[in-house]
């Protein structure tokens, strides 16, 4: 560094001659002007004809020169020069030549925010016309900017989202007659579930009303919204998140109103009031309350009213789980509630170690204080005398899972117990591995505990349009059943639930449950109870234990019923 160059165009600066062996190299600095490099031969020719391509996060200069481009093409109707700003010119294209020809988009003013890195947020706004109709229409965006590793150019990164945060791949902004009509959502007593009241039941009201607007007697109005890329595919009629749980389409703005239709659901204003005010005091909380002897959705909230956890998750259970596993285990006489039961500090099963919380062992204790303990290795253990597909049947034939038959009256998840082997069937027995649940799946196992059998939960009841339930295909015996509550009250008065079960009475039961996920510092923390003819179940996401985190909340849904 610090050598002159052999020659210098008079009108560049701040030029300095770089040495690397026998090459020398010429930088050029200043305002847009990028750097060469001069490799072997002719070193003027070089710096013509081979650019050193930058490298790196775009600068904040780029970041504001990119964004300003996109934004200013955009908000001049030029697409193609705005989507030419983008990494992906096709796609930026189709999307934004639709916001005029499909969404009808008009007068629009995009004005950016401040840049954060390579992030630029944006407002927007503008008008919506459809035939005589109009109406503003304004919201808020952002933009990221990226390099092209193999160009070293700067561009906006194309998402749909960048168009409408709502938007994901597939999806389009559409302005005219409602696919839907609406509905008016009502709770078992015929009140109004206004989702201004219950911010949760966003979610609810639109997939009542996918299922319902047309059924329910209501007329279309003119809205603009978001149409979801399967939707009115008798296969898949909503879009999908990235966990493939299902999303309604989405209205965003109504020019003209439809008239609505009245579709009445079966939740208890009085419990649906109480889940609402447990989970807004928690992050990524979840809840459901059923009704044992007939299946009945009583209550359903989120911390998170964008996407319905609660229906739709899919999350590992955790040590609830053991319910079901408890179920197999005493039909197949390899548990008894009284009877001793190997509960040590590690069980090793397909080249798996797996060991309990913190390490503990009950040494020569019953299955009943390997349940109330929550002991992993009490179940693990059994897995060499079990089939690969025992804890499937399980919970299909008895619990009604998995089988992706249940119509509740809105898109929701099943469950899931895939066949697994080894040590993955190992861990699906404490409710790891494969194993995928939600609130709505683990309440209505609570339920059947305390039922006897199967009754597949509803948000809406079936005389309304005639649809089949999901039934389980056979029942367990009366004294299965009655261990299996032996063993949940057990833990409630006496093991990890005491806490959250306390001064409940005596007809209830419960069970905990934590789930390790991969990249959290804290696991899932799960809860599930019955207390007379209210069955729940809730998570807390990164709550940690699930008596001290989900625990809370059910037992505040369960007083509620009183």
């Known amino acids: 560094m610090g050598t002159r160059g052999k020659r210098r165009e008079p009108s560049r600066r701040n ?83 639709a916001l005029a020809k499909d969404a009808h988009f008009s007068e629009l003013k995009l004005t950016p925010g401040t840049r954060k890195g390579a992030t630029v947020p944006f407002h927007v706004t503008s008008k919506v016309t459809y035939e005589k109709t109009s109406k503003p229409f304004a919201y808020d965006s952002k933009l990221s900017v990226v390099r092209d590793k193999k160009t070293g150019k700067v561009s906006v990164d194309w998402a749909p989202s960048v168009v409408h945060p709502d938007l994901r791949d597939g999806d389009r902004l559409v302005t005219g007659e409602a696919g839907d009509p609406p509905v008016k959502a009502l709770d078992r007593d015929g009140g109004e579930l206004s989702v201004k009241k219950y911010a949760s039941l966003g979610t609810v009201v639109d997939g009542l009303r996918e299922k319902y607007g047309k059924k329910a007697g209501g007329t279309a109005g003119i809205e603009l919204r978001v149409v979801r890329k399967d939707s009115g595919k008798k296969s898949a009629t909503t879009a999908r998140t990235q966990d493939g749980n299902a999303l309604p389409d989405k209205t965003l703005l109504t020019l003209s109103e439809g008239t609505p239709g009245t579709v009445r659901t079966t939740l208890s204003p009085s419990l649906q009031a109480e889940a609402e005010k447990q989970v807004a005091s928690r992050e990524k909380a979840s809840v459901v309350v059923v009704r044992p002897s007939t ?37 197949k006489n390899l548990a008894g509630v009284d009877k001793k039961h190997p509960c040590p500090k ?9 060991q309990n919380d913190d390490k503990f062992q009950i040494k020569n204790g019953t299955f009943k204080a390997s349940f109330a303990a929550s002991c992993n290795t009490a179940f693990i253990s059994q897995a060499p005398e079990l089939e690969d597909n025992s804890l499937t049947l399980q919970a299909q034939q008895v619990f009604g899972l998995g089988m992706n038959n249940w119509s509740i009256g809105v898109s929701s998840f099943d469950g899931a117990v895939p066949v697994q082997s080894q040590a993955q069937m190992g861990a699906s027995l404490i409710g790891q591995g494969g194993v995928r ?3 709505l799946n683990m309440a209505s196992v609570a339920a059947t505990v305390k039922s006897g059998t199967f009754h597949q939960p509803y948000l809406v009841s079936p005389d309304f349009d005639h649809r089949t339930l999901a039934k389980a295909s056979r029942t367990m015996s009366a004294k299965t059943v009655g261990d299996l509550r032996e063993l949940m009250h057990y833990t409630a008065v006496a093991g990890t639930a ?9 007809d209830m039961g419960a069970k905990t ?29 990164q709550g940690g234990h699930g008596g001290d985190s989900a625990g809370p909340v059910v037992r505040e849904m369960l007083l509620a019923g009183d």
């Open 295 to 331: 299946g009945e959705i009583l209550a359903v909230a989120n911390s998170s009213p964008g996407f319905n956890t609660a229906f739709q998750g899919s999350l590992a259970p955790g040590s609830t789980m053991k319910i079901i596993t408890s179920s197999m285990l005493l039909e």
């Open 513 to 541: 449950g934590s789930a390790e996920v991969d990249g959290q510092k804290k696991p899932n923390g799960w809860f599930t109870a019955w207390r007379g003819d209210l069955a729940a179940a809730a998570v807390v996401q």
């Open 15 to 97: 030029t300095n001659a770089l040495v690397l062996g026998a090459a020398a190299a010429v930088v050029a600095a200043g305002a847009g002007i990028g750097a060469y490099v001069f490799a072997d031969g002719d070193s003027e020719a070089a710096a013509d004809s081979k650019p050193l391509i930058r490298t790196g996060p775009p600068t904040s200069a780029e970041t504001r020169a990119a964004a300003e481009r996109f934004l200013s093409a955009w908000e001049k109707g030029d697409t193609a020069r705005a989507a030419a700003a983008t990494d992906d010119a096709p796609a930026a294209g189709t999307a934004l030549s």
């Open 498 to 506: 005491v806490k959250p079960m306390s001064g409940l009475g005596a």
């Open 346 to 354: 590690y069980f090793t099963y397909g080249h798996w170690k797996f």
């Open 437 to 439: 649940m939600n609130p």
